[in-house]
């Protein structure tokens, strides 16, 4: 049995999403190409380039309508793979399109965007999630990083699947960024 057309050309299209190759990744969407075709784990182009780094990419995506807040089957988002690696250009292009930053991920490494980002100590991708300027998800709502990382960590406990490991390691990081925050005073 032969592997369809459709399935290459989707291989072809994810892998150069990931590879940041822009006329080919173009030159599908020309062609009518699904935007938001899934790999079997449910990653999209745009979590594969927000994971790699290519902000090019990431914006040719959302001009052609890519789904922003998609989540693969861990639950995660582009802008989530986005602040776990610390791509800060492609942090703020996802939240001048609308990205929420508010999903859960319901896998124990990660819950948040905010989470991912301070869990891999991404203090510029924590600046910018923290700052109503470059996040529009924050007019009118408190915006310290304490408050932020345990929202994060309250959201978390919703979930059964979050272990007890899992709220360790987001106490930790709470008090380390604390009391980091205290020595800068």
């Known amino acids: 049995m032969?592997?369809?057309?459709?399935?290459?050309?989707?291989?072809?299209f994810?892998?150069?999403?990931?590879?940041?190759d822009c006329n080919k990744v173009s030159e599908l969407i020309l062609?009518?190409?699904?935007v938001n075709a899934k790999t079997s784990e449910g990653w999209t182009g745009l979590h594969l380039a927000s994971l790699k780094g290519h902000v090019n990419i990431v914006t040719i995506l959302l001009n052609y309508k890519a789904s922003i807040?998609?989540?693969?089957?861990?639950?995660?988002?582009?802008?989530?793979?986005?602040?776990?690696?610390?791509?800060?250009?492609?942090v703020k292009?996802?939240?001048?399109?609308?990205?929420?930053?508010?999903?859960?991920?319901?896998?124990?490494?990660?819950?948040?965007?905010?989470?991912?980002?301070?869990?891999?100590?991404?203090?510029g991708?924590?600046?910018l999630l923290e700052s109503p300027h470059h996040n529009p998800n924050l007019v009118?709502?408190?915006?310290?990083?304490?408050?932020?990382?345990?929202?994060?960590?309250?959201?978390?406990?919703?979930?059964?699947?979050?272990s007890c490991l899992h709220m360790i390691k987001m106490t930790v990081l709470f008090i380390f960024?604390?009391?980091r925050m205290i020595q800068r005073f």
């Not at 693969?72 to 776990?84: E, I």
């Open 2 to 12: 032969g592997v369809s057309s459709s399935k290459v050309k989707r291989d072809i």
């Open 14 to 20: 994810l892998d150069a999403c990931a590879n940041g």
């Open 31 to 34: 062609e009518n190409f699904n």
């Open 69 to 90: 807040n998609m989540q693969d089957k861990k639950g995660f988002t582009a802008l989530m793979y986005a602040c776990q690696e610390g791509h800060e250009n492609i």
């Open 93 to 123: 292009v996802l939240l001048k399109h609308k990205a929420r930053d508010d999903i859960i991920a319901q896998d124990w490494g990660c819950s948040t965007a905010y989470i991912c980002a301070v869990s891999n100590f991404h203090w």
């Open 125 to 127: 991708v924590c600046k």
């Open 140 to 162: 009118g709502k408190s915006t310290s990083a304490n408050s932020m990382i345990l929202v994060s960590v309250l959201q978390g406990t919703q979930f059964v699947g979050h």
């Open 177 to 179: 960024r604390s009391a």
